[in-house]
């Protein structure tokens, strides 16, 4: 007799739960680059492997399910994702990357849900962007590649640019 165990612990999605997610790990992670998320943790702080005792732990499993959006105090601009707003023809060779936000954007948030946020946005851009490498690194001539990255459809302020 298998029994079901439910493991939200694993997972974010939603910036306002409580602690039904995974988001104490986030919170608790004291700096991340932006540009490559994954720089600063060993694999190990991947669950489900046993990462050394204290040692940061990011959840392995995001849930895009909402507009996630982080403002930059010291430029006041506004970054935000949601998967509506990327571009249907990213994968195409000759588009431009989605716009990455600044490198510190999760690393000077004040609050736990700010940090939040910009976790997402940081994680979904960097995957996204990632992703789209990936597949044009397999199908595209190199010569096509673009050299520019694009805002995704709403710009970096919330104001639909296109």
């Not at 029994?3 to 612990?9: C, E, M, P």
């Not at 992703?131 to 199908?139: D, G, I, N, S």
Request: glycine residues 6%.
């Amino acid at each position: 007799d298998l029994k079901h165990t439910r493991l939200d612990h694993f997972m974010v999605s939603d910036v306002g739960a409580a602690d039904l997610e995974a988001w104490p790990w986030v919170e608790k992670i004291e700096s991340m680059s932006c540009q490559d998320p994954t720089k600063d943790f060993p694999a190990s702080s991947f669950p489900p492997f046993n990462s050394p005792k204290n040692a940061p732990r990011i959840p392995p499993l995001i849930h895009a399910a909402q507009h996630y959006k982080a403002i930059h105090p010291a430029t006041g601009e506004m970054w935000n994702f949601h998967k509506g707003h990327i571009p249907g023809q990213v994968l195409d060779c000759d588009q431009p990357l989605i716009v990455s936000p600044p490198d510190d954007l999760f690393n000077v948030q004040k609050t736990g849900r700010d940090k939040r946020s910009a976790f997402m946005v940081c994680w979904m851009t960097y995957t996204i962007n990632r992703a789209v490498l990936e597949y044009r690194k397999q199908y595209c001539t190199e010569k096509r590649l673009p050299k520019e990255k694009q805002e995704p459809k709403g710009g970096i302020n919330g104001i639909d640019q296109g």
